[in-house]
């Protein structure tokens, strides 16, 4: 028979338990965290004080000296009081990829939370004879490539709730005017504007914000993108050139197309899943185009508390 446990040795407090549910649920020791990379109810066991980070779908780039997607709108709240009810987190996804001629890129959808949206990112410019502008979003798009012609990139339209804080930049513009290689401008990303070109180097995507909070979002849920010791989110995607690969922002931006030889073309890639980050633009068409231009990464919704 096993003993009686002495008086004093434990309390309620040495079992520690989440004070809420919903979403996948980690801890770093000081505090919970519920990360909703799908739509899903946060509900509060009591009245807490929460940080949450919100993120809306990324972008994608345009196809055809196209400029890369904008990275969704970002926004961050501390010390919010949420009371015992539930909360829907409604997730925003990516604009899907463009493999025809002549189409801007596609927006990203909103993700919602507690009344707030954090707005999808607007589509990168469509480059060419038939150029279509870059899109407005939670950070814009980057203008895509025409010769003679400034095309200017999308506008940030994130706004900051009541509560919270909004993040958002704009897509770089092109005044590039002297042919190949066909260079487009990156797009917006959550703390910088998409890179402007007028040269023969298209732009790089804006960089994703970070800060001590998205730090400890990233190492306790694996939110966001890790570059030199920081978590970076919401990057927005590189532009499209014929003749090297341009890099998306930190923070989950795709890379843009290129075609590096008339044998190789490398394709635009996506922006990163749960970070918002813009996809990159699609090099030009024809035999030896490198294809589809990049999607945008889906959205994501964070809660955190003290345990």
């Given amino acids: ?106 927006s990203g959808t909103n993700t919602t939370f507690n009344g707030w949206t954090a707005n999808g990112g607007g589509g990168g410019g469509h480059g060419g004879p038939s150029y279509k502008a870059a899109g407005d979003g939670g950070s814009g798009g980057g203008g895509g490539y025409k010769s003679g012609t400034n095309l200017t990139g999308g506008t940030s339209t994130q706004t900051s709730p009541s509560g919270a804080t909004g993040y958002g930049f704009a897509g770089g513009s092109t005044t590039y005017g002297s042919g190949s290689p066909y260079p487009a401008s990156g797009g917006g990303g959550s703390a910088a504007a998409g890179t402007s070109i007028n040269s023969a180097i298209a732009g790089t995507g804006g960089n994703g914000r970070t800060d001590s909070f998205l730090n400890a979002v990233g190492a306790a849920a694996s939110i966001g993108v890790l570059s030199s010791g920081n978590y970076y989110i919401a990057g927005g995607g590189g532009g499209a050139t014929d003749n090297t690969l341009i890099a998306g922002g930190l923070g989950g931006g795709g890379y843009g197309g290129t075609i590096v030889t008339t044998n190789l073309a490398a394709k635009a890639s ?33 809660v955190r508390y003290a345990k």
């Fill in 1 to 106: 028979m096993i003993g009686a446990i002495t008086a004093g040795l434990f309390s309620p407090t040495d079992v520690l338990v989440p004070k809420a549910t919903g979403g996948t649920i980690t801890s770093d020791g000081a505090y919970w965290y519920h990360a909703f990379t799908s739509n899903g109810t946060f509900t509060p066991l009591q009245t807490l004080s929460c940080d949450v980070l919100m993120v809306g779908g990324g972008a994608s780039g345009a196809f055809a000296a196209g400029g890369g997607g904008g990275a969704g709108g970002l926004i961050i709240s501390t010390g919010f009081s949420f009371i015992a009810t539930g909360y829907s987190a409604v997730i925003g996804g990516g604009g899907t990829a463009i493999s025809v001629d002549g189409t801007s890129g596609n």
């Fill in 270 to 302: 996506n922006g990163t899943a749960n970070t918002g980050g813009g996809g990159g633009g699609g090099t030009a068409t024809g035999i030896y185009a490198a294809g589809y231009s990049g999607a945008g990464g889906s959205g994501v919704v964070v």
